[in-house]
């Protein structure tokens, strides 16, 4: 019986003027929100429920060739829709590899987005966490840091952001569009999350009261050459400690475009363009993917438990890059090197 | 005339589709009326005092019947005699709310009751305790000067210490032409059955208590309550006749069944206390060990010298001890031999029996280090075991009872294709991933122990037997049920099991693999007691049927006592229920074990498992694909449950070496990890092929029924083969278990 206001919000000006008070809080699948507030790690007073939202939740095509997922969508509803499976099958891999069938049928597109870390300490009220609760500390730098991140950490915490289906999306230069109270906005998928700095609270770049509306997906899914390879502590049900999302052009042998996107490492989904430039116009081989690899890693560092995933990351990066020459490797079931 | 025998038939679980339809009831959810609900308060400190609590948040909660805690706590008792259980170490056991002293990580501080389970676990989570923090060390490596021998007691006893040296270990391993050096270590581990604990206490009037508990022992909490609340056993009734998985967690009492109790009995009320899957890392746990193994071999294979240390945690106030270096000897007859286990004291809780304790923390050095020691001598690891087999027991120098381990390893090897291991690694490859075969013997004591049971026919012609054993799913109720029914001679459904009810004659906790044969014993002589009462009935029945017929003269089948030179004398056994004047005819019968006789023989069960392994050579993913236990047990009773029991130790082989551990932080003094998200276990996706042998074996020392106890002989040797068919495949071999991605890079 721990008392709180919910309203299930009948329109999207309505959710959104719903929200505006201390506490307040959107609920999407709530399968991270609400074990969060069983946790005692979240203390919301008002519950906007989001899943009366007809409008947020198709996937439509749009004009320029790419697809518009709503936020409202199921997990599992985008990672099995005919378009999805069709043109973005890179997305719908990572998808797949996340949770479990029955979280991702409650999970949302845009509750995906807004996750938060699965670092330990985060998850007890009674640690101390820099996330949780600013300037207490963060015991994972010299506690159990398996989980955590090896780039773009800081002092003050080296968590990681713990979405598989983000890791695709940031590959694909997918857009968050936005609705709050001063209005519409778009944010490019690779400036949504942000880096810890010092203040690690912050996951994101989302505005307070800000409601996720959809999730646009360029043209180009590379539908032709790609792969997810995400590599965990068990063959299902676990968090990444390293994965990766590849989708490759290729032309006459050569790599016309490529994109790599890294997950279980950064406090984001980790990209570097200057790596997928470096593979412009060459030949798709274990060398080449390689010195991929070493720039994206260049400036990685570890912990005590989780050095391992620098080095891990790397073959990740080099294996991922072989798997996506063969899409045959993605079929469900197929065993393409675990 | 020849009767029909259910043992060894692979009968269902009676309860199955009980269980499997969500019809059998589990402690929590039992539907009792004006059911008042507790939730506990845990302390946020690992060591320390209590100074204060301030509960005024936490009353102003509507809804909130009481607040308990050490201030207010009814009175219990001082003498740790009366907190002892039937599975308590040496010591002086834990006593919830006893006074203000925190003594470690999550411990009970307080518990909330009020009218609805939200109400309570809400008006929890506002209740302020202010402590006083004091130095904790929870850091077992840290600590290791502190290494001392357990204390001597009743756990000792079930669990012998290690013998004493045998010969000159040294000078023998000096001297040996092989040597090989291990340092194991393994972190805690936590039990984690599906049913989390809970306690449901209906408060009958008259001081009078039924008790829904989650334990592996009705007998074991009635015993607990009555000595702690000052009640007569026969004013506390224990029930639990579905044990939601055990694997150890339920052996002793936990404090949810006190916080019911103490509810119940103060505010008159029916009361259920539950834990959620956080407090469930707040008690026994299988404890982290370190491990040192030193054997020696000749050049021709032959084990000279053993040597095999450990070092496990336990609490500041209890010694838990396990029997994890006292096997290695057992098997291989090496002649110098010293061997060691210590205790660690920490600020940690008592760590507790947890599936196959201590055999299978000593089972993972011993055995990886016979394949260490084959691997440098140049021989198959199956040979180097056969060479090394003991057909005596020359660490008690006893006879063993009977032991078919070497038919494990034939049939073993046989059906797993073991001809095919390559000796060195990176032989055999899958696309990216490298192949690799390994093996290892398994060793699980037979602890013998008096058991009770009744046995009552009625007029109905049904048999109805009865024990307060437990049944944590194994399949003891169908079991129990199949025994009994083949001694009367009677259709498995015209017997009925009541079982899992205190009321019923007293048993001791389910745990130990030890079930089947000390209930099942115990079923049988009850069984054996009232089939002579009811030939004696028959033989003075109107014109004396029997004629002057003996006993053996006769055989019990299809409900009737037949002649068996003459299958036309037939006297169902309701016409002597008849004769008897239409009363039931009911026997009580303990059984206890013949010590003088069975001490004299070694007695285990053993097992070999053979298993595939593949790890991708660059990733470091290891995937068990395949793996072949053989198991030789005594008589197998149901095979159909007994491959469930050898599955489900396989599978937890699998965590042993590959996932399970929980995370302690040692700075914090705590566990981290503690919910199931990321405390692993295997999931389905781990699980591959599997596959169960039993292998004939008679026992007619161990017990009536030739049983040994399947529940733990199936965990032992498949973690150790599970790192030795690693090593096979890499050439690396990884001590600090569970084995993790990254440890192969
Ligand atoms: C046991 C377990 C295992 C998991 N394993 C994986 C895994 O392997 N890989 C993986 O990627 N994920 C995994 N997940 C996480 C899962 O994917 C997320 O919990 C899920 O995607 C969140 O979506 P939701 O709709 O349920 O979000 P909610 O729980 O409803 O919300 C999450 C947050 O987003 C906010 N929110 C929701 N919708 C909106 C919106 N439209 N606009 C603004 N704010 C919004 C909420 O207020 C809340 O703060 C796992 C989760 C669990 C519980
Ligand atoms: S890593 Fe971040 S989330 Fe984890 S304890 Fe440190 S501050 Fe908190």
Redesign the pocket.
């Known amino acids: 019986m721990n008392p709180f206001k919910y309203e299930k919000a009948a329109s999207l000006s309505g959710a959104i003027t719903a929200v505006q008070r201390p506490g307040g809080v959107y609920l999407g699948g709530g399968t991270n929100l609400i074990d969060l507030w069983k946790y005692g790690i979240t203390h919301p007073d008002k519950m906007v429920d989001l899943n009366g939202l007809n409008e947020l939740k198709s996937i439509t095509e749009l004009p320029d060739g790419g697809v518009r997922l709503g936020a409202l969508v199921s997990n599992n509803t985008t990672a099995y829709h005919p378009l999805i499976l069709e043109r973005y099958p890179l997305l719908s891999r990572t998808i797949l590899a996340g949770a479990t069938a029955q979280i991702r049928n409650s999970a949302t597109n845009g509750g995906n987005l807004l996750q938060r870390?699965r670092?330990?300490?985060?998850y007890d009220p009674d640690?101390?966490?820099?996330?949780?609760n600013p300037g207490s500390?963060?015991?994972?730098?010299n506690g159990h840091?398996r989980l955590?991140a090896i780039l773009g950490h800081s002092d003050?915490?080296?968590?990681t952001f713990p979405s598989d289906m983000c890791v695709a999306l940031a590959a694909l230069e997918a857009r968050v569009r936005v609705s709050g109270p001063d209005g519409e906005r778009t944010i490019e998928f690779t400036d949504f999350h942000r880096l810890?700095g010092d203040k690690?609270e912050l996951d994101n770049n989302l505005g307070q009261h800000e409601l996720i509306t959809a999730i646009d997906l360029p043209a180009n899914g590379f539908a032709d050459n790609y792969s997810y390879l995400k590599l965990r502590d068990r063959n299902s049900y676990a968090f990444a400690l390293v994965s990766v999302a590849t989708g490759l052009s290729i032309q006459d042998g050569l790599i016309r475009e490529a994109r790599i996107a890294l997950g279980g490492v950064a406090h984001i989904p980790w990209r570097l363009t200057a790596a997928e430039a470096e593979l412009r116009g060459k030949e798709p081989t274990e060398a080449n993917f390689a010195t991929a690899a070493d720039i994206i890693l260049a400036g990685a560092s570890g912990f005590e438990h989780n050095s391992f995933k620098i080095e891990l990351a790397r073959r990740a990066i080099i294996r991922n890059g072989m798997m996506a020459l063969d899409p045959a490797s993605q079929r469900p079931g197929a065993q393409p090197s675990l | 005339m020849k009767k029909q025998n259910s043992i060894g038939q692979p009968y269902r679980r009676i309860e199955g589709a009980l269980k499997v339809t969500g019809r059998a009831k589990y402690a929590a959810e039992y539907q009792v009326e004006d059911l008042l609900y507790g939730y506990v308060v845990n302390s946020k400190i690992t060591k320390g005092r209590i100074e204060s609590i301030d509960e005024s948040a936490t009353r102003a909660v509507d809804g909130v019947v009481e607040v308990f805690h050490h201030d207010n706590r009814s009175s219990l008792p001082r003498f740790d005699l009366l907190y002892s259980d039937m599975d308590a170490p040496p010591g002086s056991p834990f006593r919830p709310l006893y006074d203000n002293k925190i003594q470690f990580a999550g411990q009970p501080v307080a518990f909330v009751v009020a009218e609805t389970f939200e109400a309570a676990r809400y008006a929890a989570s506002l209740l302020t305790v202010h402590y006083a923090e004091e130095e904790f060390d929870v850091d077992l490596k840290a600590n290791m000067d502190k290494a001392r021998d357990p204390s001597k007691g009743l756990a000792t006893f079930i669990k012998p210490l290690p013998p004493g040296p045998r010969g000159d270990f040294e000078k023998a391993y000096a001297a040996a032409d092989e040597r090989f050096e291990g340092k194991f270590h393994h972190g805690s581990q936590h039990h984690n059955p599906m049913e989390m604990f809970a306690t449901t206490t209906v408060y009958e009037g008259d001081g009078k208590l039924t008790i829904y508990d989650k334990t592996q022992g009705t007998s074991n909490s009635q015993i607990y309550v009555s000595n702690l609340f000052g009640l007569s056993m026969s004013d506390v009734r224990v029930i639990a006749p579905f044990v939601g998985g055990g694997f150890g967690s339920g052996l002793r009492p936990q404090y949810q069944l006190v916080f019911s109790v103490m509810a119940a009995l103060e505010l008159k009320r029916n009361v259920r206390v539950s834990m959620d899957r956080r407090q469930m890392f707040t008690f026994g746990h299988r404890p982290e060990t370190f491990q040192h193994t030193r054997f020696g071999a000749t050049k021709d294979g032959t084990l000279t010298a053993i040597n095999h240390e450990a070092f496990a945690e336990t609490s500041n106030f209890e010694d838990y001890n396990e029997v994890v270096v006292n096997h290695a000897n057992m098997l291989y007859p090496a002649d110098n031999v010293t061997l060691d286990y210590k205790l660690i004291p920490l600020d940690r809780f008592t760590p507790m029996d947890m599936r196959a304790p201590g055999g299978s923390t000593g089972m993972l050095a011993i055995e990886t280090t016979m394949d260490q020691l084959a691997d440098q001598l140049d021989l198959d690891p199956l040979e180097f075991r056969l060479r090394n087999y003991a057909e005596r027991d020359v660490s008690s120098d006893k006879p063993f009872s009977s032991k078919e381990l070497k038919e494990c390893y034939r049939q073993g090897a046989e059906r797993f294709g073991w001809n095919e291991r390559q000796p060195t690694a990176k032989k055999v490859r899958r696309g990216n991933r490298l192949v690799g075969h390994g093996m290892s013997s398994g060793i699980w004591d037979v602890i013998a122990l008096p058991g009770k049971a009744t046995a009552t026919f009625t007029a109905e012609g049904k048999l109805i037997v009865e024990s307060a054993v437990t049944d944590n799913g194994q399949g003891t109720y169908t079991v129990m049920t199949q025994i009994a029914a083949d001694q009367l001679g009677l259709p498995l459904e015209s017997v009925s099991f009541k079982y899992g009810d205190s009321k019923h004659p007293l048993s001791p906790i389910q745990g130990g693999s030890y079930t089947t044969g000390v209930i099942g014993s115990a079923v049988k002589a009850a069984c054996l007691k009232l089939k002579d009462k009811l030939f004696h009935l028959a033989q003075i029945m109107d014109g004396y049927p029997l004629g002057d017929a003996l006993p053996e003269d006769t055989i019990f089948t299809d409900g009737a006592i037949i002649l068996k030179k003459d299958p036309s004398v037939r006297i169902p056994l309701t016409d002597i229920i008849a004769f008897n004047r239409g009363e039931a005819v009911s026997v009580s019968k303990s059984n206890v074990p013949n010590l003088l006789k069975i001490k004299q023989y070694t007695r285990a069960a053993h097992a070999a498992t053979f298993v595939e392994v593949e790890v991708d050579e660059q990733l470091g993913v290891i995937n068990v694909t395949r793996a072949v236990t053989a198991v030789a047990a005594g008589k197998i009773m149901n095979p159909k449950t007994a491959r469930s029991q050898i599955l489900g130790g396989m599978v937890w082989g699998i965590s042993m070496a590959l996932r399970e551990e929980t995370l302690l932080d040692n700075n914090l003094g705590k566990y981290v990890n503690t919910d199931l998200g990321e405390y692993h276990i295997p999931v389905h996706a781990d699980v591959h092929q599997l596959d169960v042998i039993f292998v004939p074996e008679e026992d007619r020392i161990i017990n009536e029924l030739g049983a040994k106890g399947i529940g733990e002989i199936g965990v032992i040797s498949m973690a150790p083969a599970i790192v030795n068919a690693v090593y096979n495949a890499t050439g690396k071999l990884v001590k600090v278990f569970p084995i993790k991605l990254g440890d192969l890079l």
């Open positions: 870390t670092c330990y300490y985060f640690s101390p966490c820099n996330k949780r500390g963060c015991p994972a730098i840091n955590h003050s915490c080296i968590a810890p690690p």
